[in-house]
Structure formats: structure tokens, C-alpha cells
């Protein structure tokens, strides 16, 4: 996965010339595996009922009042400004 990211997203084996191209390859890959491993060595593991306790006390609490948010700003006009 990390190699088909660095392919993907990080210009693949194109760098500066004083390297050669699949040595920046490898030092791009090893920098994306480590983005990917060290938050799951150092964050903790959240449960399946933790999860669910902080969406309906929490996110579903927020994203009424984002919903909320939204219609007055509709409704009041403050929004034409972008146009929408």
C-alpha cells in the first residue's frame, strides 16, 4: 500500500539528480510506511462501544447543530455572498 501511494500521490520515483530514481523510490515508500505505522503503535485502541457512545452523545449532537447552522444561514441570506 505504501509503495502504491508513494506512485500515486508523491510523483513515484521523481526527485532530485543527485540520487538515483529507485533509491527515492524506497526512501518515499519508507517515509509513507511510517505514517502508517507509527499512529497505530502509539494510539490507543478504541472499542466497538466507545465508538458508538461518542457518535450518539457526541457527532450526532454536532451534526444536528451543523444542520441547524445551515438553515439559518440559508434562510437569513448570509450565503449569497458565495452564491449559494
Request: proline content about 6%; charged content about 10%.
Amino acid at each position: 500500500m505504501s509503495s502504491l501511494a508513494t506512485a500515486l500521490f508523491l510523483g513515484g520515483w521523481w526527485g532530485p539528480a543527485f540520487l538515483p530514481q529507485p533509491a527515492w523510490f524506497i526512501i518515499k515508500t519508507l517515509i509513507v510506511t511510517t505514517f502508517i505505522i507509527i499512529p497505530r503503535g502509539v494510539y490507543p485502541r478504541l472499542r466497538v462501544d466507545m465508538l458508538i457512545k461518542l457518535g450518539w452523545n457526541k457527532l450526532l449532537i454536532i451534526a444536528i447543530g451543523n444542520v441547524l447552522v445551515t438553515v439559518f444561514l440559508l434562510n437569513s441570506g448570509l450565503l449569497r455572498a458565495w452564491g449559494l
